[in-house]
């Protein structure tokens, strides 16, 4: 079963760690690496850790921004080990994979890891649709880049394999649906047509936005919005804006 699932890394610093994660997609059966920022790469310390996996290397996408690399996926997942100031969807990798798996085959989704020492920030958080925590044990909670890529990519091939043995095709909501489901790129121009819309009618304050846009993405992206849904929202906001000129 051929499924559209990148792995997505964020300002990895040791590329030994960035071969690692190559040796654990292709154990898993996933080819698609893209690398946001990577302080070292190429590096010969990828390709000794990739042990025969340098193909997935020299294919992978790298990219100035996370926004770039997640721009053209219609479902973005942000793995997270500590809960945040702002509650997100939150699912561990069994659960992930029940949701990425009727969908993956025919949608871009796309598995953001963050930074070895720190993760991802808020903001890059914000950009995802769920978060995934893996539950490891909370005296020691150190899994490494490449063993969280694995348990992962692990579940997420579990649930291919099942839907393929079972010839299982659950749609998302019970029902194939008419429209595409709108990529990340649609939905950030949606949120920056948003708050500039909440400006202009006295709703957000720049100076002091509190949490307001957060709070909005959260619920916009729990939606999982299609392309349809987005274009009438923005239709919304631009008549609400021309209003608000007259």
């Known amino acids: 079963m051929s499924v559209n699932v990148r792995i ?3 300002n990895t610093t040791h590329p030994g760690n960035i071969g690692g994660v190559a040796r654990a997609m292709k154990n898993m059966k996933f080819e698609e690496l893209h690398l946001v920022a990577p302080k070292k790469f ?5 390709d000794a850790r990739a042990s025969g996996a340098t193909d997935l290397l020299e294919s ?10 997640i721009a053209d996926c219609q479902l973005v997942v ?16 069994r659960e992930l994979a029940s949701i990425v798996s009727p969908i993956m085959t025919d949608k871009k989704v796309a598995i953001v890891f963050g930074r070895e020492d720190r993760g991802l920030t808020n903001e890059e958080l ?11 044990n909370e005296a020691f909670s150190s899994l490494n880049l490449a063993a969280a890529v694995q348990v992962i990519t692990y579940e997420l091939r579990m649930a291919s394999l099942y839907a393929e043995q079972n010839a299982v095709h659950k749609p998302q909501w ?51 919005l299609d392309k349809v849904e987005v274009n009438v929202l923005r239709g919304i906001l631009t008549a609400t804006q021309k209003q608000v000129k007259e």
């Not at 914000?126 to 490891?136: A, E, K, M, N, T």
Request: aromatic share 6%; proline share 9%; charged share 25%.
């Open 8 to 10: 997505v890394l964020v």
């Open 42 to 46: 190429p590096h010969p310390n990828a």
């Open 60 to 69: 992978a996408v790298i990219h100035e921004t996370l926004e770039d690399a």
């Open 78 to 93: 942000g793995t997270s080990a500590r809960g945040r100031h702002i509650p997100w969807p939150i699912v561990d990798p």
């Open 126 to 136: 914000h950009l995802c649709h769920h978060h995934v925590h893996i539950p490891s």
């Open 174 to 224: 019970g029902t194939d649906w008419d429209i595409d489901l709108a990529d990340s790129a649609d939905l950030e121009r949606l949120f920056a047509h948003m708050e500039q819309t909440l400006i202009d009618i006295d709703f957000l304050d720049p100076d002091s936005p509190r949490q307001l846009m957060p709070r909005l993405r959260r619920l916009y992206l729990r939606s999982l």
